[in-house]
């Protein structure tokens, strides 16, 4: 920045993934929130927020807890990316306790989790277990409370992504 009086852009696209009352999976946003300005050098992004602590629908499988995600009560944070070119050899029968809807792909998966999550690198279709797609790029952000989902690379460079994974109670 040049000086107090350049104002800097941060809103990121945005996709929030979670189940409705009903357990079907549902993606609630695809947009980019507006930046809340604070005078000329400041400005807050709410990118996401629960009123409550979201909860997993019991009927619903999950990745085992030994695969290394948070469980409930638990915070992690990390970093993940997946090659390009990987559709076909990504897995998670192994690691599922639970059913992968039948005809997917194994690929697809979902934990106890709420993951935050914001993309550092690459681009990459979000898919959900009912069909509904949305893409990720750098600089976008992303939200899953518990979702069955797989990730679809698109091009040739590794779809990377900063995480908060936040085990979450199962309801119902």
Do not use: C
């Not at 290394?68 to 990316?81: C, Y």
Request: hydrophobic content about 40%; glycine content about 12%; cysteine-free.
């Amino acid at each position: 920045m040049d000086g107090p009086s350049q104002t800097r852009q941060m809103s990121p696209h945005v996709v929030v993934a979670q189940y409705d009352e009903n357990a079907k999976p549902v993606l609630v946003e695809d947009a980019s929130p507006a930046e809340m300005s604070m005078g000329a050098l400041t400005g807050v992004v709410s990118v996401w927020q629960s009123p409550s602590v979201p909860t997993i629908p019991t009927q619903v499988g999950t990745v085992s807890a030994d695969a290394g995600f948070a469980v409930a009560g638990q915070v992690k944070f990390g970093r993940s990316w997946i090659a390009p070119a990987s559709d076909g050899e990504l897995d998670f029968t192994g690691m599922t306790s639970g059913p992968i809807i039948a005809g997917h792909d194994p690929s697809y998966h979902r934990t106890d989790t709420v993951d935050l999550g914001y993309v550092t690198s690459g681009e990459a279709e979000l898919r959900l277990e009912d069909g509904q797609v949305a893409t990720l790029r750098t600089g976008s952000a992303f939200v899953l409370t518990g979702m069955q989902h797989q990730w679809h690379v698109l091009g040739d460079v590794p779809f990377e992504f900063t995480v908060f994974t936040v085990g979450a109670e199962r309801r119902g």
